[in-house]
């Protein structure tokens, strides 16, 4: 089992950043595919980003492409979402997930609680 816990999310102003970062327990992370989706009220979840399990692959979701950043740290068992030029429109709850397959099928094997991003205008 991996269990994965969310932190970062808070508000911000439009133009702001923010970095979100999941960390993982377990000693199977550096096998699993990670990535980020994000839910908003009254919206489907929303994929953002996914990051292979070796770091070598990354894929953007076309509404944060050129905004933000996703990056991981296997030897502390903990991925990132770095987002800058933040908008109104990316509030949202932002998911962590990880999977054996997460870049091909998108469906994560495991998640996390979620930590709210709200960002001002």
């Known amino acids: 089992q991996v269990q994965l816990v969310e932190s970062g999310g808070g508000l911000v102003q439009a133009g702001g950043s923010l970095r979100l970062s999941c960390l993982a327990s377990?000693?199977?992370?550096?096998?699993?595919?990670m990535g980020w989706f994000r839910q908003a009220p009254g919206k489907e979840r929303e994929f953002v980003s996914v990051i292979s399990w070796s770091g070598t692959y990354t894929y953007y979701g076309d509404s944060v492409k050129g905004r933000f950043t996703i990056s991981r740290d296997n030897a502390k068992n903990t991925v990132y979402l770095q987002m800058n030029s933040l908008k109104p429109e990316d509030t949202a709850v932002y998911y962590c997930a990880g999977g054996l397959r997460l870049i091909a099928d998108r469906k994560g094997d495991y998640w996390g609680q979620g930590t709210q991003v709200t960002v001002s205008s």
């Open positions: 377990g000693r199977t992370f550096s096998t699993l595919d």
